[in-house]
């Protein structure tokens, strides 16, 4: 009989784990070697994940659960740290442009950073290292030339990051073929920290709202889930002179006695200064719905050509092998965050990893996701008939306990 109660015990416990599943799976493509590999996380796939991705596992085609580690790119807070090299040669081929620079003190260096012209060109470039501008030594491929840090409007940083080397001279050859070579007014590299990293477009809807009587400008920011959003990106149409401060703020539900209202929880304040650049980095806010609100007093509202939400890139950076498929999957809040050792193994900078790719995300059977008339649910699949069950096995779990605890009392006796 005890037999049968454990059986019936377990039975009902593996049926309430199961009932919180994965809701969204993709595949990991693009392996070709074994490696450590960086698999970025675009903000549509980040939607359907937690803020700190305890809900992803990643499985081989044994379902056994692949370590990963994630890596973000951080934001630069100052140019302080710029150390200027001197650019021997700047020459534009056909096909490429070349640089070569003096590195006079041979520092031990990971990175070059070029402040150029604003321009929105995807370039790709290769260095090498010299002691004698003659015998010339490979240091890294092909690679992106990443955003790293935008001082003003009119130009900014890109980097390129490669293994530590302390050659005196380096040249880089910058492939030109699908667009017009850079304007690179100097060169030289962030000595105290990484340079900031490749920032994400977030995709949203807006809307604008002028309050009179408060002298306000709202802005509405709704995204299709939870997005954490790094950055906001202005451009002002007019008038040419402008001061307004702003700020960053979501609505709460505020429990009281016998009722609850909302509120409005400010997250973040600024200035919009035509005379200061209109980006503004905020300290990681995760919502699906945001709203700014300008402060006109009695100048007329600003005109708002564009406002962009940025995200800084996240990778999930795993072992994987060449002869292997990989599946990721999400949604499933109820894991704890994995501890892997692979962690004390990954230190270096994601953009020094090959990248693998994700498939198209799928969702995964069986979720409770509305669905349109066509799809509508038979009652067994919906929410109320899972509670039931829930219940139910609840009800019988606490039943069995009892009658157990009195058989283990009688025996006692």
């Known amino acids: 009989m005890k037999k049968i109660r454990f059986s019936v015990i377990f039975t009902l416990c593996t049926f309430l784990l199961a009932a919180q599943k994965f809701t969204h799976q993709a595949a990991v493509v693009k392996v070709n070697k074994d490696s450590l590999y960086k698999i970025a996380v675009s903000p549509e796939l980040r939607q359907n994940m937690t803020k700190d991705f305890h809900d992803v596992r990643i499985y081989d085609s044994k379902q056994n659960e692949i370590p990963y580690v994630v890596l973000s790119e951080p934001l630069l807070k100052s140019k302080s740290d710029f150390v200027a090299y001197e650019i021997l040669s700047q020459k534009h081929f056909n096909s490429y442009s070349e640089i070569i620079i003096y590195n006079a003190r041979q520092d031990k260096i990971g990175n070059i950073a070029f402040n150029i012209n604003n321009s929105d060109a995807y370039k790709y470039c290769s260095i090498e290292g010299s002691d004698d501008l003659n015998q010339w030594y490979s240091v890294s491929e092909l690679q ?237 699949e919906t929410p109320p008939f899972l509670w039931m069950c829930l219940s139910i096995g609840g009800l019988i779990i606490i039943l069995f306990s009892r009658s157990l605890l009195k058989d283990m009392g009688k025996k006692e006796q």
């Open 144 to 380: 992106e030339l990443s955003l790293a840090y935008n001082e003003t409007y009119t130009n900014q940083y890109k980097c390129i990051y490669f293994p530590a080397n302390n050659y005196r001279y380096f040249r880089l050859s910058v492939d030109d073929w699908f667009a017009q070579p850079l304007k690179i007014n100097s060169a030289g590299y962030f000595k105290n920290s990484v340079i900031a990293g490749k920032l994400n477009e977030v995709a949203f809807s807006k809307s604008i709202t002028e309050v009179e009587k408060n002298k306000t400008t709202i802005l509405k920011l709704s995204f299709k889930g939870e997005q954490t959003i790094h950055r906001l990106d202005f451009k002002i149409a007019s008038p040419r002179l402008f001061m307004r401060h702003a700020r960053v703020y979501a609505i709460r539900e505020q429990k009281l006695k016998h009722k609850s209202e909302q509120i409005q929880e400010t997250l973040y304040e600024f200035d919009l200064k035509s005379d200061e650049a209109l980006w503004f980095d905020l300290p990681e806010i995760t919502e699906k719905e945001l709203f700014v609100e300008i402060q006109n007093k009695d100048n007329p509202p600003l005109q708002i050509e564009s406002l962009s939400c940025k995200q800084l890139a996240s990778y999930f950076v795993a072992d994987l092998r060449h002869n292997e498929s990989y599946m990721l999957k999400c949604g499933n809040k109820t894991l704890k965050l994995p501890e892997y050792d692979l962690v004390n193994f990954v230190s270096q900078s994601p953009q020094l990893l090959p990248e693998a790719s994700i498939g198209e995300l799928k969702l995964l059977p069986d979720q409770n996701i509305s669905l349109s008339p066509a799809q509508e649910k038979s009652f067994l």
